[in-house]
């Protein structure tokens, strides 16, 4: 009774990461996009870039790709930590009474709330830095320096 059950959560969580991943990494919307004055400050890429690899465009900034790559890993890692509270209260569900598999339940939830409040710490610290980085090297009229 418990390898089926066992056997149809997993299957479960493997569905919902296999549909869950794909829609918040290629359907959300573009987390950041960067500034025009950025883009004009690049000059010459557009050159470099058709030489080099045959296509121009316009071209994005290094600390544009290092947020959106921490957004998916950090996107990635909050799903998990959804999962693993997810399946630490269906284990404290189904426990029946039994205190042993209650406290691991307790303790894993614990731990994955712990886990998901430094994800969301994390992307909320590197945007603030990114943001103010991409601010103060490109010149913003708009940004205040708190110093």
Do not use: C
């Amino acid at each position: 009774m418990m390898k089926r059950v066992k056997k149809h959560l997993l299957s479960l969580i493997i569905i919902t990461f296999f549909l869950i991943l794909p829609t918040v990494v290629f359907v959300s919307p573009n987390f950041v996009a960067a500034d025009a004055s950025l883009r004009e400050s690049q000059t010459g890429l557009d050159e470099i870039g058709s030489s080099v690899f045959g296509e121009s465009g316009e071209p994005e900034d290094i600390r544009i790709q290092i947020l959106k790559v921490l957004n998916i890993v950090l996107t990635i890692l909050a799903i998990l930590m959804v999962v693993l509270i997810t399946m630490a209260g269906y284990r404290w569900m189904t426990a029946g009474g039994n205190q042993e598999q209650v406290s691991k339940a307790k303790k894993t939830l614990i731990n994955s709330v712990i886990g998901l409040l430094i994800i969301l710490t994390s992307y909320s610290i590197s945007y603030f830095i990114i943001k103010r980085l991409v601010a103060i090297t490109t010149g913003d009229p708009n940004y205040q320096n708190p110093f």
